[in-house]
């Protein structure tokens, strides 16, 4: 399966990313390029996952991207299997942490970016939660804690047009940050120690000797 950098990708990226509770859901997806914004309203996305029809902007995307409507609902409504208590530890890792703060570079609330990564993090948790254990893309959505979620289509198509696969995807994200993590821990704590080796001779000459303690 190929990922194309075209208009739908923006939007399938989204189904791939993959706390307290939360009051709030999102409302919007905001699709978000310097001052561009469009919005594709998330009760779409529910119609088309329940109808297999799009409807509105919805329509015109997948029309664009040539995608069968039928298959992305298909996609919207594929449940993951993730254990609740597993998951909530794996994210309160270094290494979880490391890739939230990566999806929070292309997807935050919009009026609140600095809190891309709790966002995600309770998204997750109560997404997983409300599934008894799985996670649809609209059950994420639904549980995400802010009405409006936007989606960084510059830092959604660079990440595209890094992978040709799904199994590209998914090295990018659970790789590189361990690279970060493997960098970090062979890093030296401290100077390197002096060496007590005696002082190497010319060529020629009789080694050097260690000096005498005792003195002459």
């Given at each position: 399966m190929r990922i194309r950098p075209n208009v739908l990708g923006v939007l399938l990226g989204l189904s791939l990313s993959t706390a307290a509770p939360s009051l709030q859901?999102?409302?919007q997806l905001v699709?978000?390029?310097?001052?561009?914004?469009?919005?594709?309203p998330v009760a779409d996305l529910d119609h088309l996952a329940a109808?297999?029809?799009?409807r509105g902007l919805l329509a015109d995307v997948l029309k664009i991207g040539r995608q069968n409507p039928e298959d992305v609902a298909r996609l919207l409504n594929q449940k993951i299997t993730l254990p609740l208590v597993l998951t909530s530890r794996l994210l309160s890792t270094r290494i979880g942490e490391a890739i939230l703060q990566r999806?929070?570079?292309?997807?935050?609330?919009?009026?609140?970016?600095?809190?891309?990564?709790p966002a995600l993090r309770s998204a997750l948790i109560i997404g997983i939660s409300?599934?008894?254990?799985?996670?649809?893309?609209?059950g994420f959505l639904r549980a995400y804690p802010?009405?409006?979620?936007?989606?960084?289509?510059?830092?959604?198509?660079?990440?595209?047009?890094?992978?040709?696969?799904?199994a590209d995807l998914v090295r990018f994200f659970s790789e590189s940050p361990l690279d970060g993590l493997r960098e970090g821990n062979e890093r030296p704590s401290g100077p390197p120690a002096p060496s007590t080796s005696p002082p190497a001779s010319a060529p020629g000459q009789p080694p050097a000797s260690a000096p005498d303690a005792k003195g002459s």
């Open positions: 859901a999102a409302e699709f978000v390029s310097g001052a561009f914004r469009r919005s594709i109808t297999g029809q799009a999806l929070a570079g292309i997807f935050a609330p919009l009026r609140a970016p600095g809190t891309g990564v409300n599934g008894n254990g799985t996670l649809t893309p609209t802010a009405n409006e979620l936007a989606i960084n289509i510059p830092a959604l198509l660079s990440l595209v047009g890094k992978t040709n696969s799904i």
